[in-house]
C-alpha cells in the first residue's frame, strides 16, 4: 500500500504541473519550480531537469537521512520525473488565477499523500532537512526563504503577474500538505516499551536523531519499562511510527506537537 500511496501521490503531482501550472508558467515551491524553468526557458524537459537536479541531493540525502525515507523519496522523484517527460503540457483551465489555486491544491495533495507514505518529492526539502540537521537552522525559515528566491526568479524571467501567480500556488500547496499530513513543524514522541534495547537501536540505526531512555514501571502490572523520548520533524513521522511497530507493536506511544526546540535538535557527530 505504501508504494501505491507513493505512485498516486507522485502522479497527482504530475497532473497539477502539467495541465495547471506549467502551461500558464506558474511555478511549483522548491526544487521542481526551477526544474519547470529548465523546461520553459531550454530546451531540456522538465522531467530531465527535474531527475537532475534531484540526483545529487539524494545521493547526498542516502547517506545522511534516513534510508527508507531516501529510498521512497528517489522512487517519488523518479515517477514524477518520468511523468512529466511523458505527459503532454495541455492547458486545462483559461484562467491563470484558477490554475494557480487549483494547480496548487493538486500538487498539495500528491506531495501530502507522499508524505503520509514516508517519502518526500526531493528538492528543497532534503537541502532544509540537511541543513537544519547540520545547522540546527529552522526548517521553516530555510524553505521560504528558498521559495522566496523562486517567486523572484519568475518575475524576472516571466512577469511579476506569474510570480504573485506563483506565490498564490505555493501558498495554496503549502496549506493542502499541512491538512492532509500535519501543520506542525516538529512533534516530540513519547514511546514505552518493554523492548527498550532492541527500540533504541533500531531508531538510531533509521533515524538522524537522538534519544533520551528513562526507566519506568507499569502503574497497574508493575512491570519494568523504558520511556523513550525523541523529537522529529512532521516529515518524519510516518517513518518513525513504522519503525516503532516494527520493534513493538504493543508500545504505547505519545505524539504531541513541540512548539519550540533549544539546544541540538539532531544526534551530535560522534567525536
Given amino acids: 500500500m505504501q508504494i501505491l500511496g507513493l505512485i498516486l501521490g507522485s ?5 497539477g504541473f502539467n495541465l495547471f501550472l506549467i502551461p500558464h508558467q506558474v511555478l ?25 537536479l534531484n540526483f545529487p541531493l539524494l545521493f547526498i540525502g ?27 503540457v495541455h492547458e486545462i483551465a483559461k484562467d491563470t488565477i484558477l490554475s494557480s489555486i487549483f494547480g496548487g491544491a493538486l500538487t498539495g495533495l500528491g506531495v501530502g499523500i507522499v508524505f ?7 528538492g528543497f526539502d532534503i537541502i532544509g532537512m540537511i541543513v537544519s540537521r547540520k545547522r540546527d537552522f529552522p526548517i521553516g525559515t530555510l524553505l521560504s ?37 500535519t501543520d506542525h513543524a516538529k512533534l516530540t514522541l513519547m514511546i514505552i516499551t518493554e ?36 523529537v522529529i520533524s512532521r516529515y518524519e513521522l510516518n517513518e518513525v511510527k513504522n519503525l516503532i511497530s516494527e520493534v513493538d507493536p504493543t ?4 505524539i504531541t506537537e513541540t512548539i519550540e526546540v533549544m539546544g541540538l535538535f539532531h544526534r551530535p557527530s560522534p567525536q
Fill in 11 to 15: 502522479l497527482i503531482v504530475v497532473v
Fill in 28 to 52: 511549483s515551491s522548491g526544487l521542481s519550480g526551477i526544474s519547470m524553468i529548465f523546461g520553459m526557458i531550454t530546451p531540456i524537459n522538465t522531467g530531465l531537469a527535474n531527475l537532475l
Fill in 62 to 88: 542516502y547517506k545522511m537521512l534516513g534510508k527508507k525515507f531516501i529510498r521512497n523519496s528517489i522512487l517519488s522523484v523518479v515517477i514524477i520525473s518520468l511523468g512529466l517527460y511523458l505527459v503532454p
Fill in 116 to 122: 503520509r507514505c514516508s517519502g518526500s518529492t526531493g
Fill in 145 to 181: 526563504g528558498m521559495n522566496a528566491v523562486v517567486i523572484i526568479i519568475s518575475g524576472f524571467l516571466f512577469n511579476w503577474d506569474s510570480a504573485l501567480n506563483t506565490l498564490v500556488s505555493i501558498y495554496v500547496t503549502g496549506k493542502v500538505v499541512d491538512a492532509i499530513y
Fill in 195 to 230: 523492548k527498550g534495547d532492541q527500540m533504541r537501536e533500531h531508531l538510531l540505526t533509521n533515524l538522524y536523531r537522538g534519544l533520551t531512555i528513562m526507566d519506568g514501571v507499569g502503574g497497574y502490572s508493575n512491570d519494568k519499562r523504558n520511556v523513550l523520548i525523541t
Fill in 251 to 254: 508500545s504505547f506511544v505519545n
